[in-house]
Each structure stands twice: as structure tokens, then as C-alpha cells.
């Protein structure tokens, strides 16, 4: 008796090709930010009172920023362009235009 894996939707695999970085809303996105960096900092800025102990709360900021800091910049500019802007690929170029407003309203 043999089992098959069932197919992964096409969707699933889209989501594996190009991470997604962004958040539903801008202000959630900074909200992220200030938290973020606000642990990078307060976790340096302790270490004189608390002594190194302090610098373990600034893994706690990678859960924030989703990876690294640069995810989070990435994020941002993610976060500002969904929807208004529209990438479009064929023959191996892609290039990057303006998305009709009109369209983006539909949805």
C-alpha cells in the first residue's frame, strides 16, 4: 500500500517563492517598529544598571521586526505600496507600474 502526498496549492507555493514582509495597516507596522527597536535599545541601555542579563531581552525584538530589522524596512515599504502598485512579468522582465485606481476600489 503506497500513500501520495496530497498537491500543494499553487498559492502555498507563490508564498514560498516571495516572502511577505507586510502588515494589514501602516500604523500596525510602526507599532511593530517601536517595539522592535525600543527592546534593541532598552536592552543596551540596561546593561549598566542590570548587567548583562539585560541583553536577553533583545532577541525578543526579532519576533517583533519578523527576522531582522531589514525585514521590518522591507515590511514597511510593503506595507506603504500594497495596493498601489502593480508588478507585471513577461519573457523574464518585470517591471513595476502603477496600479489602476479603479481596480484596487473592486476588491
Not at 7 to 23: G, I, N, V
Not at 69 to 92: E, H, K, N
Request: glycine share 8%.
Amino acid at each position: 500500500m503506497t500513500t501520495t502526498k496530497p498537491a500543494r496549492p499553487a498559492t502555498a507555493q507563490l508564498a514560498t517563492a516571495r516572502p511577505d514582509f507586510a502588515s494589514s495597516s501602516v500604523p500596525r507596522h510602526l507599532a511593530r517598529g517601536v517595539l522592535g527597536f525600543g527592546l534593541i535599545i532598552g536592552s543596551i541601555a540596561l546593561v549598566p544598571t542590570v548587567g548583562p542579563a539585560a541583553l536577553l531581552a533583545a532577541p525578543l525584538s526579532l519576533i517583533a521586526f519578523r527576522g531582522c530589522p531589514t525585514c521590518w524596512m522591507v515590511g514597511l515599504a510593503q506595507t506603504i505600496s500594497r495596493g498601489r502598485l502593480q508588478r507585471a512579468c513577461t519573457d523574464g522582465t518585470c517591471t513595476l507600474t502603477r496600479a489602476d485606481p479603479a481596480a484596487t476600489t473592486r476588491k
